[in-house]
């Protein structure tokens, strides 16, 4: 399950694209060209971009906790929290493939659960973790409540849609419905679309969308950055929030109207049954229909049937034998 993003001028390269790249590199179609190689010191000069986000001026001082969870962004997170504005508190910042403290994967609520503790501990604003490669972000509150992708969504789109009223902001079909109701009522364009990295940033580049998010707590930034995923920009964007804001982290999230609602639940499937099944649910959907029950259908990526007072979703997985089902 693992892999490689790739780009291509500037723009997502994956699909049938990587398939056809397979079949030039196995017949050996190859031109020489020529070509020269430079090898570039990236830490100092990517830290220094991340700075960028977090103006100074009128800022509070915000104390923070960050767990990289011993993955690939905590030699660079211990860089930044020495320049960055604020008191800061940093565990499992050491590189270490084994991850001896917690798995990296903020979306896992017991991954969390050292965070939780420090940030109590050390009575901190907020807490901020990452996932193993760092392109995903996780935040809990003074309280140590858990904000999930799609809330951080909301928070960043608020402030951005108050510069920039009209904006388009993406999110993927898992994302709650309080998101897109809530970026309609702050004057936005809502759009939801299908989960994956290439396909979000395809989308964003299309519509010219100023930030999109995944329930999976990818934030891809257009507004201000480049428009792909990156956890550490995303984490530095929300202390900018917090740290010019009269309202704590605690006091946004319950900004959010409360719902009830399953996390992904990700049920084991074979993988050459996982399209089929979906099918086969869209199949009894538009039975359904024509015998006359008012169902919304979204088909954007799998189906997510709309109600009055909530919505559920069956989508197949694009990287495991598994389908992914919610519901609010």
């Not at 109590?120 to 901020?128: A, W």
């Not at 409540?145 to 969504?153: C, K």
């Not at 990156?230 to 006091?251: I, N, P």
């Amino acid at each position: 399950h693992n892999g490689f993003k790739m780009v291509c001028d500037g723009k997502p390269f994956y699909g049938d694209d990587i398939l056809a790249l397979g079949a030039l590199v196995n017949a050996s179609d190859f031109l020489d060209a020529p070509y020269r190689s430079e090898a570039i010191e990236m830490r100092d000069i990517f830290t220094a971009r991340l700075l960028e986000a977090f103006k100074t001026d009128g800022a509070k001082e915000l104390k923070v906790v960050w767990d990289p969870g011993n993955g690939a962004a905590g030699e660079i997170t211990e860089m930044l929290v020495k320049k960055l504005h604020g008191t800061h508190t940093t565990i499992n910042t050491e590189i270490d493939g084994t991850f001896p403290n917690h798995h990296p994967d903020p979306t896992v609520p017991e991954n969390l659960a050292q965070l939780i503790a420090k940030v109590k501990e050390t009575k901190s604003d907020v807490g901020i973790a990452f996932d193993g490669d760092g392109d995903r972000i996780g935040a809990v509150d003074s309280e140590g409540n858990i904000l999930w992708g799609d809330q951080m969504l909301v928070l960043f789109a608020r402030e951005i849609l108050s510069r920039k009223p009209n904006a388009t902001i993406i999110a993927d079909v898992k994302a709650s419905q309080t998101l897109f109701d809530d970026v309609a009522a702050h004057g936005g364009k809502a759009l939801m679309w299908k989960t994956g990295h290439s396909l979000i940033k395809a989308k964003m580049k299309e519509t010219r969308a100023e930030i999109a998010g995944e329930m999976s707590g990818h934030i891809f930034f257009a507004d201000g950055y480049y428009g792909f995923d990156d956890g550490l920009y995303a984490a530095v964007r929300l202390l900018d929030l917090l740290a010019h804001s009269e309202q704590s982290l605690k006091q946004m999230r319950e900004s959010i109207p409360a719902v009830f609602n399953t996390p992904e639940i990700r049920v084991d499937c074979l993988e050459a049954r996982k399209f089929a099944i979906v099918e086969e649910v869209r199949g009894r959907l538009h039975a359904l229909v024509k015998e006359g029950m008012p169902l919304e259908i979204n088909e954007v990526d799998g189906v997510r049937v709309k109600y009055k007072d909530g919505w559920w979703l069956a989508r197949t997985s694009n990287t495991q034998a598994a389908l992914i089902v919610r519901c609010e």
